[in-house]
């Protein structure tokens, strides 16, 4: 579905990302993970093509992807940040958002959104202002927003950091439900472990911009990497 060949990303004399590779599946979820600073985010950028990479190659759907993703392509991924990003409308609006602009007609959108807003336990809040939202119900309803349009690939970066811990486990399981029921593509961005045991098969440690494990994730885990890796690891059991 996706991958990433030799991906290196440089801001000014600084070197973000070096020579990452990587592959996702149809069907698969991907952690990625590792310490503040070490290049998550600015990968699942690229991967998402919200940043083209300094060098190296993305393919998607086995095209070799230009520095400039065309919208259609674009349009086929969904993607969801730590902060919701609502709008100033009403939830069901918000959802209905991405299926308008795809040209769904309205009865199909009004099915997919009560349908998702249904999935992640928010159809009660439809008519609701979305700037009245908990943060819970906000972040339950960016994930409906995404997965409304039935993307090629979701990406997820830190969804859960900024709810409290009842919160987070209750939405982590929501969303491991989905996963299971409809096999979506994801790369999720997470520093805490847990959330990447829960809901990934396969995990990538970045260090300091470079890829520097990969596998499931209670096997990450278990092993012995170097020094850095293991210090990282330390912080969390299985
Ligand atoms: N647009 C940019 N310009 C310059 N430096 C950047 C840019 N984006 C990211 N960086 C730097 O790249 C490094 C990696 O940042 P990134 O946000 O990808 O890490 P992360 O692993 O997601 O960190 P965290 O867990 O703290 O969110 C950091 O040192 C950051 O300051």
Redesign the pocket.
Known sequence: MLEAKEISWF??Q?T??HKVNFQLSAGECVG?I????????????ILAFL?PPTSGQLFFQGNPMPATVPLAIRRRIAIVFQESLLLNTKVFDNVALGLKIRGLPNKKIREQVDFWLEQFGVAHLSKQSARSLSGGEAQRVSLARAFAIEPDILFL??PFSALDAPTKEALRGDLAKVFKSTKTTTVI?S?DFKDILHLTKRALI?LN?KAVREGSPAQLLKEKHNEEVDRFLSHFSA
């Open positions: 801001q000014g600084k973000i990302l990625l590792g310490p503040n600073g070490s290049g998550k985010s600015s990968l699942l950028k940043e970066d830190e961005v520093h970045l911009g």
